[in-house]
T-cell receptor, first 115, second 115 residues
Framework: AQKVTQAQTEISVVEKEDVTLDCVYE???????LFWYKQPPSGELVFLIR??????QNEISGRYSWNFQKSTSSFNFTITASQVVDSAVYFC????????????FGKGTRLHILP | DTGVSQDPRHKITKRGQNVTFRCDPI?????LYWYRQTLGQGPEFLTY????????KSRLLSDRFSAERPKGSFSTLEIQRTEQGDSAMYLC?????????????FGPGTRLLVL
């Protein structure tokens, strides 16, 4: 069975602080995709990143970075120098390769960036 | 691309009424997905289409739910005899849909409240 766990329900940090959102996943597939989506108050899910299971290189995009550790089944997301506009719910998600394509989402972490 | 659009954005209905939601995917995306998101949870897969063919339905999709994509473009999701437990955000997503998992892009959702 596939499962995504985001243990942090809610996090509050002061603007300009760095913050890391944790994600742990379970899957029996040997190949899979991992995702992060952002859901601002407007409700629309915004795609942030997709990472293939056989590419363990960490990725950086501006203030965002992702740490994929296959050995611990984790795919953590760090925001550096947080801004108020980063306030949102962030979802980690998982899907199989060459399967039925449905994405399994975690329950999300609500991030509050305080001015 | 203009993005995935959904209509209406909000719907309030009385228990027992039927409701229909529409999703317009990104043009030339041949896969279309429906998800349901309840408060404090991540989106849960309901069903998906490859062109006009409905390829999978979750067991979350009771017989009161029906989805169509008659011409392989827009899709509708109908809920008959609505119940209070149907109150949720209904999200639509689309992807290009090749043999491998493609990134799904989400619409703004339709928020349903059943009184």
């Amino acid at each position: 069975a596939q499962k995504v766990t985001q243990a942090q329900t809610e996090i509050s940090v002061v603007e300009k602080e760095d913050v890391t959102l944790d994600c742990v996943y379970e899957t029996r597939d040997t190949t899979y995709y991992l995702f992060w989506y952002k859901q601002p108050p407007s409700g629309e899910l915004v795609f942030l990143i997709r990472r293939n299971s056989f590419d363990e290189q960490n990725e950086i995009s501006g203030r965002y970075s992702w740490n994929f550790q296959k050995s611990t089944s984790s795919f953590n997301f760090t925001i550096t120098a947080s801004q108020v506009v980063d306030s949102a719910v962030y979802f980690c998600a998982l899907s199989g390769l060459n399967r039925d394509d449905k994405i399994i989402f975690g329950k999300g972490t609500r991030l509050h960036i305080l001015p | 691309d203009t993005g995935v659009s959904q209509d209406p954005r909000h719907k309030i209905t009385k228990r027992g009424q039927n409701v229909t939601f529409r999703c317009d995917p990104i043009s030339e995306h041949n896969r279309l997905y429906w998800y349901r998101q309840t408060l404090g949870q991540g989106p849960e897969f309901l069903t998906y289409f490859q062109n006009e063919a409905q390829l999978e339905k979750s067991r979350l999709l009771s017989d009161r739910f029906s989805a169509e994509r008659p011409k392989g473009s827009f899709s509708t999701l109908e809920i008959q005899r609505t119940e209070q437990g149907d109150s949720a955000m209904y999200l639509c997503a689309s992807s290009r849909g090749t043999s491998l998992q493609e990134t799904q892009y989400f619409g703004p959702g339709t928020r349903l409240l059943v009184l």
